[in-house]
T-cell receptor, first 111, second 111 residues
């Protein structure tokens, strides 16, 4: 069964460093998303991506964040100048139409 | 105003019983509704989607949507201990648009 895959599963970084979270969406899906979930809180939308451009972004997705589809299979989230409050689970998702399927997540810990 | 409201639980049901999970939403333009299951430390897993008023059944799961009342529910028949998880309600305002999640209801199925 096709699935969304994310790497790494866990990333520890020092405050102020840059991290890149990677995702391989399901191959025939055209819509890609990043969500995050701070421990104990709800899943929050960050950004959606379609046709090689951002289609929607939340207030959380400020200049600290960027997304890229560097090739035909990967979809990345870059977080610059990480802060302690960026510590969370980051989920990539993809969809063909309405139903979005999530990857297993990357646990980001900023120390 | 909260966009998606769910009772955080825990909702405790005995094995074999019917679990009933409820969700209300505030955005009247919502078109698509989803139930995700999330085990502790894992990613959301899509279990049901519903787009029109009424009931939709899939195995032991039944989703119910009432757009006039802005209410969606999930029934789990013959509950199993493996159903113990947090159930997330989510909606989208259009095809492939962002998902807005509730905080989730924690379900405990007891032996």
């Amino acid at each position: 069964e096709p699935e969304v895959t994310q790497t790494p599963s866990h990333q520890v970084t020092q405050m102020g460093q840059e991290v890149i979270l990677r995702c391989v969406p399901i191959s025939n899906h055209l819509y890609f998303y990043w969500y995050r979930q701070i421990l104990g809180q709800k899943v929050e939308f960050l950004v959606s991506f379609y046709n090689n451009e951002i289609s929607e972004k939340s207030e959380i997705f400020d200049d600290q964040f960027s997304v890229e589809r560097p090739d035909g299979s990967n979809f990345t989230l870059k977080i610059r100048s990480t802060k302690l409050e960026d510590s969370a689970m980051y989920f990539c998702a993809s969809s063909e139409k309405a139903e979005a399927f999530f990857g297993q997540g990357t646990r980001l810990t900023v120390v | 105003q909260k966009e998606v409201e769910q009772n955080s639980g825990p909702l405790s049901v005995p094995e074999g019983a019917i679990a009933s999970l409820n969700c209300t939403y505030s955005d009247r333009v919502s078109q698509s509704f989803f139930w995700y299951r999330q085990y502790s430390g894992k990613s959301p897993e899509l279990i049901m989607s519903i787009y029109s008023n009424g009931d939709k059944e899939d195995g032991r799961f039944t989703a119910q949507l009432n757009k006039a009342s802005q209410y969606v529910s999930l029934l789990i028949r013959d509950s199993q201990p493996s159903d113990s998880a947090t159930y997330l309600c989510a909606f989208a305002t259009g095809t492939a648009s962002k998902l807005t999640f509730g905080t989730g209801t924690r379900l405990q199925v007891t032996l």
